[in-house]
T-cell receptor, first 114, second 113 residues
Framework: DVKVTQSSRYLVKRTGEKVFLECVQD?????MFWYRQDPGLGLRLIYF???????EKGDIPEGYSVSREKKERFSLILESASTNQTSMYLC?????????????FGEGSWLTVV | DAKTTQPTSMDCAEGRAANLPCNHS???????VYWYRQIHSQGPQYIIH???NNETNEMASLIITEDRKSSTLILPHATLRDTAVYYC??????????????FGKGTKLSVKP
């Protein structure tokens, strides 16, 4: 089974803090993604990475950065957390190449910024 | 990516088959049909996907009509743990770095004892 593991399920941070969300996958997937999910807005793509040290902005990258130093690990960084970044964050991964490759999600990280 | 239409909610008796419909009348020839589900407070869970042929795995069966304008996800023996929101998504899979999934509102399936 594919395993995408997010390090923290629930976090509470203060406004202005730097926040790190970590994600690890164990299937040697090239592609990794960070989404946020908000009621009524569905899933929105923040960043994705197609290989080590490679990244591209998604639909809502403002206020976020990412790091992919190793193939299995993809980190989402909130440089200065704000209350409007309170959300559920989802990491996902997918094998590159071919077609019909499935995207697998982690359990999600609930972040509250106070 | 093509738009999908699903019923807002459905009920199913425990032990019975749950049949979840999805309309995707504007689907194009290279778009796959994916099904995910999301249990409250958890990440989306992949269920099954297909292009043209019907598919079956350990979780479910996917029936795609011959014209590909609609599909049905079948959970053969629903349990209480299958209560979740089920999403039908159609998308082109370029096999490259693109991977954005557009989740609609889905169908809230309630499995009742």
């Amino acid at each position: 089974d594919v395993k995408v593991t997010q390090s923290s399920r629930y976090l509470v941070k203060r406004t202005g803090e730097k926040v790190f969300l970590e994600c690890v996958q164990d299937m040697d997937h090239e592609n990794m993604f960070w989404y946020r999910q908000d009621p009524g807005l569905g899933l929105r793509l923040i960043y994705f990475s197609y290989d080590v040290k490679m990244k591209e902005k998604g639909d809502i990258p403002e206020g976020y950065s990412v790091s992919r130093e190793k193939k299995e690990r993809f980190s989402l960084i909130l440089e200065s957390a704000s209350t409007n970044q309170t959300s559920m964050y989802l990491c996902a991964s997918r094998k590159s190449g071919g077609t019909g490759n499935t995207i697998y999600f982690g359990e999600g990280s609930w972040l509250t910024v106070v | 990516d093509a738009k999908t239409t699903q019923p807002t909610s459905m009920d199913c008796a425990e032990g019975r088959a749950a049949n979840l419909p999805c309309n995707h009348s504007t689907i194009s020839g290279n778009e796959y049909v994916y099904w995910y589900r999301q249990i409250h407070s958890q990440g989306p869970q992949y269920i099954i996907h297909g292009l043209k042929n019907n598919e079956t795995n350990e979780m479910a069966s996917l029936i795609i009509t011959e014209d590909r304008k609609s599909s049905t996800l079948i959970l053969p023996h629903a349990t209480l743990r299958d209560t979740a929101v089920y999403y039908c998504i159609v998308r082109v899979d370029y096999g490259g770095s693109q991977g954005n999934l557009i989740f609609g509102k889905g169908t809230k399936l309630s499995v009742k004892p």
